[in-house]
């Protein structure tokens, strides 16, 4: 007996008035048919503890879990009587870092507007700002935008923060209990040739350090998901190993054994040159942007190869739930506050690569450095 069940509510009549007459219209409610998975062993009639109804009130998504036990009638009648959108089991719950404006805001939009594909989970999209009223504001210009397939979010996060990023696993943690993709878009760059002890500060602290603390604190909910989740590390062409005047330099951050202590130790030693104003003579180049993106994409082989290494050690050897396939990219040089106007790219181009390695067709690649669309050398 297949575990998987269509519910097929028909198309009814809804008045928003209300039982109590006060004037308002009535609409008509057009529900899809979506498919429950049924526990397997279950009553026929009895949906899984996976299922999840949305409440719409028009402006934000209050999800409610349907517990297990609930009877295809019960849900049926909560339909009626309640204004209630029907979720397929298990949405895809996908997270965007720094997603308030420039490519980030595009792969949001990017992963709202995609077209849905039949049977395919529905996606609840976190946005995500350091700044909660910018964040909020993206969100608030982007709400229209969302469908009974994909639904969009808001949520603060600043990535310097651990406090900030452990409320948002909390968070996470009791709303979904997983996580299915990480995009770790958020970075920053200094303008110019900018370049001392407190600019590699700065920029190492969003994008190298700031990228590790979320992704460690959000991992526990990334192996949780009982099927393939995915981290993708928005990195940069200016990340290229070349960039390390010091052959030495570029063998140790490509070593296959490489551990993240041995990285963090890497960057300790960059800082540690800087500020000893012995940035050249240590093989670095004097461009804090660069090296934390080599930075980024050395932790993404790091991190693929120990989590890829869990797998086939741990117990559950091949389970889905313990894949995550983590990559780099280079989302191309495009046109936002960061890299300015006479960029080549817009920031929706820029979108298009980050997003296919969030949900699109990766060939199962983990550990990856992709530019313009594929894996290079790094
Ligand atoms: N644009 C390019 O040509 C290009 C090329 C290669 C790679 N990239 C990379 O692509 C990513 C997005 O860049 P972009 O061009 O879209 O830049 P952007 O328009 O400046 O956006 C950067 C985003 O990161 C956020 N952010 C900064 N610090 C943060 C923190 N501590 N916590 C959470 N969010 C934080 C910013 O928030 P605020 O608004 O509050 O500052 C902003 O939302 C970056 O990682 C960048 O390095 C860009």
Redesign the pocket.
């Known amino acids: 007996m297949s575990n998987l069940r269509t519910l097929m509510p028909a198309t009814m009549s809804e008045n928003t008035t209300g039982q109590d007459g006060s004037g308002g219209q009535k609409r008509d409610l057009h529900l899809n048919p979506l498919p429950y998975t049924i526990l397997p062993g279950s009553d026929d009639d009895v949906l899984g503890d996976k299922c999840c109804v949305f409440v719409d009130d028009g402006l934000f998504n209050r999800g409610l879990e349907i517990e297990a036990h609930r009877t295809v009638l019960e849900l049926e009648l909560a339909i009626a009587i309640e204004n209630v959108r029907i979720m397929p089991a298990s949405p895809k719950v996908i997270v965007v870092?720094?997603?308030?404006?420039?490519?980030?805001?595009?792969i949001v939009k990017k992963l709202l507007t995609q077209p849905h594909t039949p049977g395919a989970p529905t996606r609840i999209i976190y946005l995500?700002?350091?700044?909660p009223a910018?964040g909020h504001a993206t969100y608030t210009s982007l709400l229209t935008l969302r469908s009974p397939h994909a639904i969009i979010k808001f949520h603060a996060?600043?990535?310097?923060?651990t406090e900030?990023c452990e409320e948002f696993k909390k968070f996470l943690q009791v709303t979904h209990g997983y996580v299915d993709v990480l995009v770790?878009?958020?970075?920053?760059?200094w303008k110019g040739d900018a370049f001392d002890e407190e600019v590699v500060r700065g920029t190492l602290?969003?994008?190298f350090y700031?990228t590790i603390r979320v992704t460690t604190i959000l991992l526990p909910l990334l192996r949780a998901t009982g099927r393939e989740a995915r981290i993708v590390n928005?990195?940069?062409?200016?990340g290229m190993l070349v960039r390390l005047r010091d052959p030495a330099l570029r063998a140790a951050f490509r070593d296959p054994a490489l551990t993240e202590e041995g990285l963090l130790a890497l960057l300790k030693k960059f800082q540690t040159d800087v500020s000893a104003d012995r940035c050249l003579e240590g093989g670095w180049p004097k461009q804090a942007?660069a090296v934390s993106?080599i930075g980024v994409t050395a932790y993404t082989k790091v991190l693929a190869r120990r989590l890829q290494n869990v797998q086939l050690a741990g117990k559950g050897k091949g389970k889905e739930e313990d894949k995550v396939l983590v990559n780099a990219c280079?989302?191309?040089?495009?046109?936002?506050?960061?890299?300015g106007e006479n960029?080549t790219?817009s920031?929706e181009e820029?979108a298009e690569l980050p997003v296919r390695l969030a949900v699109g067709d990766v060939g199962g690649v983990t550990g990856g450095w992709w530019h313009e669309g594929v894996v290079k050398e790094w």
């Open positions: 870092t720094g997603a308030n404006k420039g490519i980030g805001a595009a995500t700002a350091r700044d910018l996060l600043d990535i310097t923060s900030s770790n878009n958020a970075g920053v760059a602290a969003v994008n700031g928005i990195s940069s062409g200016s942007y993106k280079c989302p191309g040089w495009c046109r936002t506050d960061m890299a960029a790219q920031a820029g």
